[in-house]
């Protein structure tokens, strides 16, 4: 069971903006940054934010991470047809001593 | 460009060990972290574990006990080795590059293998 918790879905139309948020308590979030992966169908997790709000070479800005105490969210702007896909958080767990990954974001182009 | 490779069994018996090797390419190991993550059908991301290019290790003290991950700076390749499976370890093992930051406060994995998918079944 994992000690990141997002909303299991999200559906949206495209062209609009969907949030995630992400769950976590002093020991993960609250002392460590957040990075946010996304895995498209049938292929390996990809690093979509790291360090909270940074991007990776090639990754569009419509895709942003924000943080705020225990708790940070992704944002998707101008949603497209080729963001369906699940999307994960995670961050290091100082009491676990261990990576966490958030439970998981399926989130739907309607 | 660095490109990741996992190979190995794809199935593997109850009780037995399994046992993946990660190549890199186009990069070296050295200078860099090297993890292990896996996927249940179905299910969500589970670290394992991740070793140093100078061999120091570090692993998810769920599966501690029955986990060595070592790393081969000669073969450019890291390597995962899962003691006493059970049908729980049927998974796609993912080898991933890692970037880390003071004790932790940066870490996250930046390049992926495609994954492997290995079944515990007799």
């Known amino acids: 069971q994992s000690v990141l918790t997002q909303p299991p879905s999200a559906s949206v139309t495209p062209g609009q903006r969907v949030t995630i948020s992400c769950s976590g308590s002093s020991s993960n979030i609250g002392s460590n940054t957040v990075n946010w992966y996304q895995q498209l169908p049938g292929t390996a997790p990809k690093l979509l934010i790291y360090?909270?709000?940074q991007w990776p070479s090639g990754v569009p800005d419509r895709f942003s991470g924000s943080k705020s105490g225990t708790s940070a969210s992704l944002a998707i702007s101008g949603l497209q047809s080729e963001d369906e896909a699940d999307y994960y958080c995670?961050?290091?767990?100082?009491?676990?001593?261990?990576?966490?990954f958030g439970t998981g974001t399926k989130v739907t182009v309607l | 460009q660095v490109q990741l490779q996992e190979s190995g069994p794809g199935l593997v018996k109850p009780s037995e060990t399994l046992s993946l090797t990660c190549t890199v390419s186009?990069?070296?190991?050295?200078?860099?972290?090297w993890s292990w993550i896996r996927q249940p059908p179905g299910k969500g991301l589970e670290w394992i574990g991740y070793v140093y290019y100078i061999g120091s290790t570090n692993y998810n003290p769920s599966l501690n006990s029955r986990v060595t991950i070592s790393v081969d700076r000669s073969k450019n390749q890291f390597s995962l080795k899962l003691t006493s499976v059970t049908a729980a370890d049927t998974a796609v093992y993912y080898c991933?590059?890692?970037?880390?930051?003071?004790?932790?406060?940066?870490?996250?994995?930046?390049?992926w293998g495609k994954g492997t998918t290995v079944t515990v079944s007799s």
């Open positions: 995670a961050s290091w767990d100082d009491s676990l001593s261990g990576y966490v």
């Open positions: 360090s909270d709000d």
């Open positions: 991933a590059r890692t970037q880390r930051e003071g004790y932790y406060s940066k870490y996250y994995m930046d390049v």
């Open positions: 186009g990069g070296s190991v050295s200078y860099y972290y």
